[in-house]
Structure formats: structure tokens, C-alpha cells
Nanobody, 124 residues
């Protein structure tokens, strides 16, 4: 069993930056691919980005490409989401997720474990 806890959310002005963290329990974190998703009010949870278990390969949704960066520190059991040039449409609850098996990185069903989410609000 793996537990994921997100932190770092908050209120920021448009154009600003935030860094989200996702701390994982468990010894096998380094073997998990990790993803970030977000859910705005009244909308479906959507893929933001993902990172391979090695940290070498990353994927991003087109809406955040060039603005967001995912990284991980397996020694600290933590994955990060650096968000720059934030826009009002980035406002959502952000979730991290972990996957032990192969699958389409952008699908929620690929992921076995989810955090509780952290709120990001971007004011215009």
C-alpha cells in the first residue's frame, strides 16, 4: 500500500508560480510511474503530466506544456510539479497518482494510488 500526500497549493496571481509536492510512503516508490491530474469545479479530472519511474521520461498535456515541469527525487520519495506562468484556467484541485503497471499515462485508470488533492487558485 502506498499513501500519497500533496502539498504546496494556494492562491497566486496570474503569471505567478507554485511548486506542488507529492510525498509518498512505502519502499517501492522508486518503481512507480507518477502522474499529476487536476479537476476544476464542474469538470472531469484531467491529465496534467506524468514521469517515468526513472525520471528520465516526462509527458505533459498540451495545455501546460512549456509552463509546467515534473520532476522526482526517489531518495526523498517525492514528486514535484513546478508550475510557471499560471493562468486563471489552471485553477483546480491537483492530484498526484502512482502506477505500478504499464498503461496509457494520461488515463486515470492506469493509476493505482491517489492523493487527497491540493487546491490551486489563480486570480486574474
Amino acid at each position: 500500500q502506498v499513501q500519497l500526500v500533496e502539498s504546496g497549493g494556494g492562491l497566486v496571481q496570474a503569471g505567478g508560480s507554485l511548486r506542488l509536492s507529492c510525498a509518498a510512503s512505502g519502499r517501492t516508490f522508486s518503481t512507480y510511474a507518477m502522474g499529476w491530474f487536476r479537476q476544476a469545479p464542474g469538470k472531469e479530472r484531467e491529465f496534467v503530466g506524468a514521469i517515468s519511474w526513472t525520471g528520465v521520461i516526462t509527458y505533459y498535456a498540451d495545455s501546460v506544456k512549456g509552463r509546467f515541469t515534473i520532476s522526482r527525487d526517489n531518495a526523498k520519495n517525492t514528486v514535484y510539479l513546478q508550475m510557471n506562468s499560471l493562468k486563471s484556467e489552471d485553477t483546480a484541485v491537483y492530484y498526484c497518482a502512482g502506477s505500478q503497471h504499464s498503461g496509457s499515462y494520461y488515463l486515470r485508470s492506469t493509476y493505482d494510488y491517489w492523493g487527497q488533492g491540493t487546491q490551486v487558485t489563480v486570480s486574474s
